[in-house]
């Protein structure tokens, strides 16, 4: 179905399935250890030989010879696939460097080699035998040094490389007060649970391979072309993962090699990236400095806001957005940014959670937090104050739906922000300086097309088939309520296949674009089965309804099973957008406040609270939708805290790569977490009317706790993230 | 990992004979540290002596009225001792402020002294590191040095000890027993037992080749109010950039040691002269001559900072 024009009252609406806080179906799979995931494919593909991955050990250079003999003759080994020997492959245009390297060295732990043997234990040992001889060459490591360097990009994660609007050098030069600040956001490792992993088994000249992937159809044409064969020679299946938060939305040496292997062995290879190697061999948040001037009047009102940033990768690769929320987020007549790339030789920098608006909201929504300041303006009224009702860019687009000044109000209301001293450091509990801040949250909605299938058996029993993706969201459930609510059936009619490329191909998860496009073309699909339904009764499908397992039109009423036969109904549709979001700015908005308590001796930091108040639209499952959020605020307390990929500028590489050296939060570190939606629903992006809330939730959550920070010290931090060594030296001293 | 043997000891004189036939053997207990650096193959033993069922997992009253605890007490065990808990408070804080509750588990007494540093470089087989290859050089000097050493560091070395433990044992004057492979036993005192990097980081205690810890030993209690405060930058599961167990009287006299800032649990008996004054004029002699990097600088005034909050607490002004 085409979405062209706002959605009217459709069967979603009645809100029976929908909209409840529905427990995940695939609950209990999880929870008893039953869903396999994508290593644990033991009885589908039998009898695997195992796949060990060497990483280079320079970060640029080339390999001068690589000697295998050691390896090969070690215990259990069958193959061992390198450059030398894989043939020749191609390269994605999703890829910036190549998945299998050698003789050229790209980044540090780029794969060179894929030791394949009898045993996992046997693969690494071997593994250790391979003697290589690098030549390096010198490389670019050192994003602040080649900064200077940096170019108008040709790909950006979101957004153009130059934007202007009015006046800004002239209005912000006559602003009475102005900012002009530069914040810096470190690497980011996307630290999932579950490490890149595949099976590949080939069969003639078609490979299968059961992997950890967000993005079905887009990674199958990418291994096709890669590997140089079709598309339809490629199979992929994905059903469970355990999380990717952007690191598998792309085909990853893994993948590769478990082809190459298992094609070298003969037989099914299955390789997972070890914990150490992923966050140099696969994809990071890459860092970033950025420039953020405002001016504005006496009273308060944005005249000119302006945004920079650099970011680095390595050639080919793209720019970090991080400018593009403040194209959007206030008001402002003189308006400019502008996004610069560097030359780096770490590894590919990439998508991770919210793309360009984490980053941007990091240091925009602190130096919003500076400009009240100097305004002596409370924070939430500078925000509500300098809200736009359209596109600060071009007046004449509205926003679909807007509730920012809504969430702030809400927010600031629940959380008891009228009793907070405006004043900093000046609010103490014992040993604690306490303190609380606040930002802003916004995010796109992204529409995809999105494809699924939908059969209605003799048994009433609804089958959704699409290879859309549950990456830990809850995409099995919300695609069963859609189905549940289409239908007239109870959930547990409804059986949800993803995760297979056999299935219609959907939209992915990323972007948070998942829930809504997927639900999106459930329910494209369930309209024409409605239709196949009604057609066969003879019914006006138009005034057909679905309830109880039945359907009716006036007083005829037919059980779904009888109505499908025995051979059973079967329909297939796509959502397709027009331009809709084009016409109207489609967005997602929050508001975040978080209290924390900072240690008046060792400026140890820790969260005492937070609440985050969302508007996306309708929310198809609170539960969900709320469990998003939250892990979302969790990983924006990680960038405002404690994550950073520390970067060897000598020697070129990520230093802490594993969970012990990169910190993500743990329970101890946030005490209390709230979440509230905004009772609302966009009919502009879709027809579920709904918009994505998994991104949302990180976006302005590291400023909201760093601007906590400085009302609690009076210490303001702009080079992420905020760790005590950088209070220490401004704290009162209280030694004695 | 390289493929090694594998025998099981049944006494401490059976575990040491066979250390003593097998060059290259080493103990495992808990194996929560061992396992990982064979995996990497940063440590690399051909035969592996298991010491579990060694019957050193007591804790014993000794007649000079401290406690003798054996080497394979396992970490979750000597916390929750309630001797430990009500006598030498300190170590139980130690403790539970370390690792989790699955490690603290399996970990022992005398694997917690043996554990080695968690410096990055010493981790990555590819990378320069004078303790896991002597002469290949120290990549955290000039490199990423945040979590590293302060005080007692080498040209060769700025790596720290990781443990908590034993930075509460060396408050409390700890000693280690152990047996060496001939039979016979020694006991070091805890600021002996391990050492400086110097120009020999790959040495890290005192303890010969097949030398077997038995069991530690805490003197008679000495009573005053027990704290170990451990810094980090996540409330839970990292290790210290900076810990404090210290052990103060009511007239303000007391003994520190500081963790997360040496190649071994950090004290200086002199500087404790100082601890009426305050915690700036004990850490100005604790940390005196301290030599330290861009990235950690900041542990010296975070001790001391520490240290003022932990004399804070003993006072009961926090």
């Known amino acids: 179905m085409k979405f062209d024009v706002p959605a009217s009252t459709n069967p979603i609406d009645q809100l029976k399935v929908v909209g409840q806080p529905i427990d995940r179906i695939d609950g209990p799979r999880k929870t008893t250890g039953t869903a396999p995931y994508a290593y644990e494919w033991h009885d589908i593909a039998p009898n695997p030989a195992y796949g060990y991955v060497i990483g280079s050990a320079i970060a640029k250079g080339r390999i001068a010879s690589i000697d295998l003999t050691a390896a090969r003759s070690a215990p259990g080994v069958r193959v061992i696939v390198t450059a030398n020997n894989a043939g020749p492959l191609g390269r994605a245009e999703r890829n910036t460097a190549r998945l299998l390297g050698g003789p050229e060295i790209q980044h540090y732990h780029q794969a060179i080699a894929l030791v394949v043997a009898e045993t996992f234990e046997q693969a690494r040992a071997a593994a250790q035998l391979v003697r290589v001889d690098y030549v390096k060459a010198r490389g670019s490591f050192d994003l602040a040094a080649a900064k200077d360097s940096a170019t108008k990009p040709t790909g950006i994660t979101t957004g153009a490389a130059d934007t202007a609007v009015g006046d800004f050098a002239g209005a912000f030069a006559a602003a009475p007060v102005q900012l002009d600040a530069t914040y810096t956001t470190p690497d980011h490792s996307h630290s999932m649970m579950e490490p890149h992993a595949s099976i590949a088994a080939w069969s003639g000249g078609k490979v299968t391979v059961w992997t950890s992937t967000q993005m079905l159809d887009q990674s199958r044409g990418d291994l096709a072309q890669t590997l140089g064969i079709p598309k339809e020679n490629v199979r992929l299946i994905s059903p469970y993962i355990g999380g990717g938060f952007g690191s598998k939305l792309w085909v990853r040496s893994d993948t590769v090699l478990a082809a190459l292997g298992a094609r070298a062995a003969g037989r099914p290879v299955k390789v997972a990236l070890t914990r150490p190697l992923i966050p140099n061999n696969t994809t990071h948040r890459p860092a970033t400095i950025q420039r953020i001037r405002i001016g504005a009047t006496r009273d308060g009102d944005i005249t000119a806001i302006g945004h920079e940033c650099w970011s680095g990768n390595l050639p080919g690769g793209k720019a970090d957005g991080a400018v593009n929320p403040t194209r959007l987020l206030y008001a402002g007549a003189n308006r400019m940014t502008a996004t610069r790339l560097a030359v780096l030789d770490l590894a590919e920098g990439n998508s991770m959670r919210a793309p360009g608006e984490a980053t941007g909201l990091m240091a925009l929504e602190i130096a919003i937090d500076e400009m009240a300041g100097k305004l002596a303006m409370d924070p939430v009224a500078f925000r509500i104050r300098n809200d736009t009702q359209v596109d600060p860019e071009n007046p004449m687009r509205p926003f679909s739906r807007r509730a920012f000044v809504q969430c702030l109000r809400v927010g600031a209301d629940r959380f008891g922000w009228s009793r907070r001293n405006p004043r900093p450091a000046a609010t103490h509990e014992g040993r604690w300086l306490v303190g609380s801040g606040v930002a802003a949250a916004i995010r796109g909605n992204v529409v995809q097309k999105s494809a699924a299938r939908v059969r209605l058996d003799n048994r009433g029993v609804v089958t959704v088939e699409t290879d859309m993706t549950d990456i830990g969201t809850g995409s099995y459930t919300i695609i069963a309520q859609t189905a549940a609510e289409m239908m007239g059936v109870p959930l547990d009619k409804v059986l949800v296949r993803l995760g297979d490329t056999a299935f219609p191909a959907s939209c992915g998860s990323g972007g948070q674009f998942g829930a809504t496009n997927s639900t999106s073309g459930v329910f494209a699909a369930c309209l024409k089965l409605r239709e196949a339904v009604a057609r066969k009764l003879g019914f006006n499908a138009a005034d057909a309804v679905f309830a109880d397992g039945q359907v009716s039109s006036g007083a005829r009423s037919v059980p779904l099973s009888q109505a499908a036969g025995e051979s059973g109904l079967t329909a297939e549709d796509a959502i397709e957008y027009a331009n809709l979001d084009k016409t109207y700015a489609e967005t997602t908005f929050g508001a975040h406040f978080v209290e924390v308590g900072v240690d008046a001796l060792t400026a140890e930091i820790r969260v005492r609270r937070m609440l985050a108040v969302c508007a996306a639209g309708r929310i198809l499952n609170p539960k969900t939708a709320r469990s998003q959020v939250i892990g979302a605020m969790t990983m924006g307390v990680g960038g405002a805290l404690m994550e950073a990929l520390a970067v060897d500028k000598r020697l070129g590489f990520f230093v802490n790569h594993d969970l012990a050296g990169y910190e993500v939060p743990v329970h101890a570190d946030i005490q209390h977490q709230e979440v509230i939606f905004l009772d609302e629903t966009d009919p502009v992006a879709n027809p579920m009317k709904a918009k994505g809330v998994g991104e949302l939730g990180i976006c302005g959550v590291a400023a909201a706790v760093a601007n906590a920070i400085y009302h609690a010290t009076g210490v303001r931090v702009r080079d992420y993230p905020v760790t005590l060594d950088k209070l220490l030296a401004n704290m009162p001293d209280l030694t004695g | ?318």
């Open chain 2, 1 to 318: 990992m390289r493929s090694f043997t594998y025998e099981r000891a049944g006494s401490p004189a059976e575990a040491v004979a066979a250390a003593a036939r097998t060059p290259g053997a080493k103990f495992i207990a808990g194996g929560t540290n061992l396992l990982d650096l064979m995996k990497n193959e940063i440590e690399t033993p051909m035969h592996l002596i298991d010491v579990n069922g060694l019957a050193l997992d007591k804790i014993e009253a000794t007649p000079e009225g401290g406690l003798r605890i054996g080497a394979l007490v396992r970490n979750t065990d000597l916390a929750a001792d309630p001797r430990v808990r009500r006598d030498y408070g300190v170590l139980s804080r130690a403790l539970l402020a370390g690792a989790s509750g699955q490690l603290r588990n399996a970990a022992t007494t005398g694997g917690n002294l043996m554990q080695r540093t968690r410096c990055p470089y010493f981790y990555d087989t590819n990378q320069p590191c004078n303790k896991r290859v002597p002469g290949s050089g120290c990549g955290a000097i000039g490199g990423f040095s945040r979590g590293h050493a302060v005080i007692g560091v080498s040209d060769a070395c700025i790596a720290t000890h990781p443990s908590d433990m034993a930075v509460a044992m060396r408050a409390l004057d700890a000693t280690v027993e152990t047996m060496r492979p001939d039979g016979s036993t020694r006991t070091i005192p805890i600021a002996q037992f391990h050492r400086l990097p110097g120009d020999t980081p790959q040495v890290e205690t005192v303890l010969a080749a097949g030398e077997l810890i038995t069991a530690v030993t805490l003197p008679k209690p000495v009573g005053g109010t027990h704290i170990y405060r451990k810094v980090r930058d996540r409330a839970s599961y990292a290790f210290a950039l900076v810990s404090v167990a210290a052990i103060v009287q009511r007239d303000g006299t007391g003994r520190v040691a500081l963790g997360g800032v040496a190649h071994k649990p950090w004290r200086v008996e002199a500087a404790e002269n100082q601890m009426p004054r305050g915690a700036k004029a004990v850490t100005a002699q604790l940390l005196m001559g301290a030599r330290t990097t861009p990235e950690n600088a900041f542990k010296v005034p975070l001790a001391e900072r520490t240290l003022a909050a932990v004399l804070a607490e003993a006072k009961g002004d926090a």
